[in-house]
T-cell receptor, first 114, second 113 residues
C-alpha cells in the first residue's frame, strides 16, 4: 500500500523568507503523480503544484517549486518570498498513474510571521 | 455551479441519529470522491464514483456508511446510527474525465454529541 509521510507537524517562516516543507512517500509503482495541496481555515483543498513521476524536471508555479527525488522517494515544497496569505495547512498527496484516489500525508501547519 | 458545493457546511447530530451529506460536483465532471478528515489529520479516501457507478468503496469504515450517486451528478453520503468517532470533516471532490486534478468542496463538518 502506498503511504505518504510528512515529518514536520508545524513550520514557521518570516514574511518574505523561504521555507521548505518535507514529504516522503512509499510506492512500488513507477508511474504516478505527486501533489501539494493547501488547506486554509475555510477547509477547501487548493492544489498548489503537481509533479508527474516520469518528468525529471521539477515543477514550478510562481513562488512555489518542488524538489522531486524519485530514487529517494522524496517530494519537498519550497515557498519563496513567503506571504501572510501562505499561512495554512499543507498536505502532500500521491495518486497512482491510472488510479483515482489520493493518498494524503498528515499535513504540516505553516505559520507566517510578519 | 463554478465549484464543488457541499451542504450542510456544519451538522451536529446526536449519537444514534442518521445523517445525509450532499455533494454537488462541477457540472460535467465524471468522477466523484468522498474523503473523511479527522481533526488534525489528512483526508482519507472513502469511496469513488464514475458517473453513477460506485467503482471503489474500500475506504468506507463500516456498513453504517453508504454513498450513492443515482443520476451521475449529485452524490449523497449517508451515515446511519452515528457514533462519536464519526465526527470529522467530510470532503467531496470531482474530476473531469481527462484531468488528473481533483477539485474539492469546502466540506461538511460533522459533530456527533
Amino acid at each position: 500500500a502506498q503511504t505518504v509521510t510528512q515529518s514536520q507537524p508545524e513550520m514557521s517562516v518570516q514574511e518574505a523568507e523561504t521555507v521548505t516543507l518535507s514529504c516522503t512517500y512509499d510506492t512500488s509503482e513507477s508511474d504516478y503523480y505527486l501533489f501539494w495541496y493547501k488547506q486554509p481555515p475555510s477547509r477547501q483543498m487548493i492544489l498548489v503544484i503537481r509533479q508527474e513521476a516520469y518528468k525529471q524536471q521539477n515543477a514550478t508555479e510562481n513562488r512555489f517549486s518542488v524538489n522531486f527525488q524519485k530514487a529517494a522517494k522524496s517530494f519537498s515544497l519550497k515557498i519563496s518570498d513567503s506571504q501572510l496569505g501562505d499561512a495554512a495547512m499543507y498536505f502532500c498527496a500521491y495518486a497512482p498513474e491510472y488510479g483515482n484516489k489520493l493518498v494524503f500525508g498528515a499535513g504540516t501547519i505553516l505559520r507566517v510571521k510578519s | 455551479g463554478a465549484g464543488v458545493s457541499q451542504s450542510p457546511r456544519y451538522k451536529v447530530a446526536k449519537r444514534g441519529q442518521d445523517v445525509a451529506l450532499r455533494c454537488d460536483p462541477i457540472s460535467g465532471h465524471v468522477s466523484l470522491f468522498w474523503y473523511q478528515q479527522a481533526l488534525g489529520q489528512g483526508p482519507e479516501f472513502l469511496t469513488y464514483f464514475q458517473n453513477e457507478a460506485q467503482l471503489d468503496k474500500s475506504g468506507l469504515p463500516s456498513d453504517r456508511f453508504f454513498a450513492e450517486r443515482p443520476e451521475g451528478s449529485v452524490s449523497t453520503l449517508k451515515i446511519q446510527r452515528t457514533q462519536q468517532e464519526d465526527s470529522a470533516v467530510y470532503l467531496c471532490a470531482s474530476r473531469g474525465q481527462m484531468n488528473t486534478e481533483a477539485f474539492f468542496g469546502q466540506g461538511t463538518r460533522l459533530t456527533v454529541v
